[in-house]
């Protein structure tokens, strides 16, 4: 499984920004799918997870603002990230694993290469 995350960016507090990852080599309906993020010094946390049936779970910083979706025809999760704040900043990660979502990192097999996200106070 190939992971391509996109959409990070500079945005000031309040502002929104949207994650996409794109999986291939895999069937992309079977892959549970999760974002977790990475701030400098820091452990890489969990974000929100999808399960290949499209249930989804949140970390307790982000419920509410952000949204993770998928796209099976694009074979692609997203992160629509809203009301940002600057403890977002953080390398953002896109992570897959057969059927099953998790909120832990070490679960997944797969990753993406990482996207940075800086939210300006």
């Known amino acids: 499984v190939q992971l391509q995350a996109s959409g990070g960016g500079l945005v000031q507090a309040g502002g929104s920004l949207r994650l996409s990852c794109a999986a291939s080599?895999?069937?992309?309906?079977?892959?549970?799918m999760g974002w977790f993020r990475q701030a400098p010094g820091k452990e890489r946390d969990f974000v929100a997870h999808?399960?290949?049936?499209?249930?989804?779970t949140y970390a307790d910083s982000v419920k509410g603002r952000f949204t993770i979706s998928r796209d099976n025809a694009k074979n692609t999760v997203y992160l629509q990230m809203n009301s940002l704040k600057p403890e977002d900043t953080a390398v953002y990660y896109c992570?897959?694993?057969?059927?099953?979502?998790?909120?832990?990192?070490?679960?997944?097999?797969?990753w993406g290469q990482g996207t940075q996200v800086t939210v300006s106070s």
């Open positions: 080599g895999y069937t992309f309906s079977r892959l549970a």
């Open positions: 999808t399960g290949w049936n499209g249930l989804t």
């Open positions: 992570a897959a694993r057969a059927l099953f979502s998790s909120d832990s990192s070490l679960r997944y097999d797969y």
